[in-house]
């Protein structure tokens, strides 16, 4: 399952949510989330244990396309982060670690 949120939104309600869903999904999932707080650009990728037992790491996920919102981040396999100032190029940044999910289901 893939879980995919946009929109304008605090970055602590986000961490909340994607702790929600690990906690709540016992099976694989992957949890995207492409928002803005102000004029700032966030990612957050949140992956149940199946999805991190296939391979994917969150944060290396987000680490290149954090460098689209002119930001960094990264984080452990199943949680993280990035923050970045150009929250215009949301878009680019969520489709690349889509891209990247979708080619390693593959």
């Known amino acids: 399952r893939m879980f995919v949120l ?22 694989p999932f992957v949890f995207v989330a ?5 004029a700032r650009g966030l990612l957050t990728v949140m992956l149940s244990e199946e999805a991190i037992a296939s391979g994917l790491h969150a944060g290396n996920l987000v680490k290149e396309a954090a460098r689209l919102i ?6 452990q396999p199943h949680f993280a982060t990035a923050g970045g100032k ?3 190029r949301l ?14 289901a593959r």
Request: glycine share 18%; aromatic share 2%; charged share 30%.
């Open 6 to 27: 946009q929109g304008e939104e605090k970055a602590d309600t986000i961490k909340d949510i994607a702790f929600q869903l690990r906690g709540e999904l016992h099976e």
């Open 34 to 38: 492409a928002t803005t707080e102000g």
């Open 70 to 75: 002119q930001g960094g981040g990264g984080g």
């Open 86 to 88: 150009d929250g215009n």
């Open 91 to 104: 878009p680019e940044a969520l489709e690349l670690i889509l891209s990247q999910v979708d080619a390693h």
